[in-house]
């Protein structure tokens, strides 16, 4: 008896294990915006301070995270504008290893099936020492989920 109920007790313990692991893998396929999302309702509450959490979270996030590029090192939150609750605009400076520090850049954060997240975007930075736009962002990418791509040239 008592071997059965070693048994049994093993078994329950690798079958928690094993839900553990598979839920623990199910939140690694959830994209980043997904998981520093917030849901509406908190958002409405107060919607300047929800949007710094969210944008602290996803850089938080990026910063945590092994990247074979330049490494993101610290962000800085500018200003938040929440006069558009579709479109809640914050302007971030994103500082990289090696003192590269790019200018202020606009992330917006939208309600997508009830949470608020940020829009994931690409910027392109003029790196170029000899160009006359040197140190300055050419244009972002938007990607809002992978059927839909908006490019914004400023």
């Not at 479109?87 to 202020?104: H, T, W």
């Not at 972002?140 to 059927?147: F, H, L, W, Y």
Request: aromatic share 8%; proline share 4%.
């Amino acid at each position: 008896m008592f071997a059965s109920t070693k048994v049994a007790s093993l078994l329950l313990v690798l079958f928690i294990t094993t839900c553990i692991g598979i839920v623990s893998a199910q939140s690694l396929d959830k994209p980043l915006e997904e998981i520093t999302s917030m849901p509406v309702n908190k958002v409405l509450q107060d919607p300047n301070e929800s949007a710094k959490i969210i944008i602290n979270d996803y850089f938080t996030e990026i910063m945590n995270k092994k990247n074979d590029g330049r490494k993101l090192i610290d962000f800085e939150i500018v200003k938040v504008n929440s006069n558009d609750l579709e479109n809640i605009r914050v302007s971030v400076i994103l500082k990289y290893e090696n003192d590269l520090e790019l200018p202020v850049i606009d992330y917006s954060i939208i309600p997508i099936n009830n949470n608020y997240q940020v829009v994931k975007q690409y910027c392109a930075y003029d790196g170029d020492p000899e160009s006359q736009t040197f140190g300055t962002i050419k244009g972002c990418t938007n990607v809002v989920n992978e059927d839909q791509i908006s490019i914004v040239v400023e």
